[in-house]
T-cell receptor, first 115, second 115 residues
Framework: AQKVTQAQTEISVVEKEDVTLDCVYE???????LFWYKQPPSGELVFLIR??????QNEISGRYSWNFQKSTSSFNFTITASQVVDSAVYFC????????????FGKGTMLLVSP | GAGVSQSPSNKVTEKGKDVELRCDPI?????LYWYRQSLGQGLEFLIY????????KSGLPSDRFSAERTGGSVSTLTIQRTQQEDSAVYLC?????????????FGEGSRLTVL
């Protein structure tokens, strides 16, 4: 069975601080995909990144970076120099590659960036 | 349309009434998913469609919940004899394939309030 744990329910930072959102996952499959989605106050989930289990290379996109470590089953997300517009709920998710596996989400981390 | 469209965006109903929630996926997307987001509960998978068939209905919480998809496009989620615990945001997502590599595109959700 697949499971995603986001231990941080809510994080508050001041603008320009760096912040890391943790994600730990469980799966028995050797092939799987990890995702991060952002849910701003408008409600729509916005895709941020997809990573397959064979690619452990870290990725950077502007102020966003992701650290994938299979040894610790973690896929952490860091926002550098946070901005007020980063305030949202962030979801980590996992899908296995076998059969009709569906996307399993963590419970989300609410990030509040204050000016 | 350009994105996943859901209607109504907000629905308030009385306990015991039936409700229908509609999802219009991105044109050409064969896979369609329904999720439920309750306060503090993260995203809960309900049902997955590949074309018009539903290979995975495992997430439907009770027999009061049903869903159908016609023409490989629009889907309707029906909740009969609504209860207060059904109050949540119901999110629909679509993807170009049912395989795990594809990202899901989400609508803005239908917020259901059962009084």
């Amino acid at each position: 069975a697949q499971k995603v744990t986001q231990a941080q329910t809510e994080i508050s930072v001041v603008e320009k601080e760096d912040v890391t959102l943790d994600c730990v996952y469980e799966t028995r499959d050797t092939t799987y995909y990890l995702f991060w989605y952002k849910q701003p106050p408008s409600g729509e989930l916005v895709f941020l990144i997809r990573r397959n289990s064979f690619d452990e290379q870290n990725e950077i996109s502007g102020r966003y970076s992701w650290n994938f470590q299979k040894s610790t089953s973690s896929f952490n997300f860091t926002i550098t120099a946070s901005q007020v517009v980063d305030s949202a709920v962030y979801f980590c998710a996992l899908i296995e590659n076998s059969g009709y596996s569906t996307l399993t989400f963590g419970k989300g981390t609410m990030l509040l960036v204050s000016p | 349309g350009a994105g996943v469209s859901q209607s109504p965006s907000n629905k308030v109903t009385e306990k015991g009434k039936d409700v229908e929630l509609r999802c219009d996926p991105i044109s050409g997307h064969t896979a369609l998913y329904w999720y439920r987001q309750s306060l503090g509960q993260g995203l809960e998978f309900l049902i997955y469609f590949q074309g018009n068939s539903a290979p995975d209905k495992s997430g439907l919480p009770s027999d009061r919940f049903s869903a159908e998809r016609t023409g490989g496009s629009v889907s309707t989620l029906t909740i009969q004899r609504t209860q207060q615990e059904d109050s949540a945001v119901y999110l629909c997502a679509s993807s170009s394939s049912g395989q795990g590599a594809r990202e899901l595109f989400f609508g803005e959700g239908s917020r259901l309030t059962v009084l």
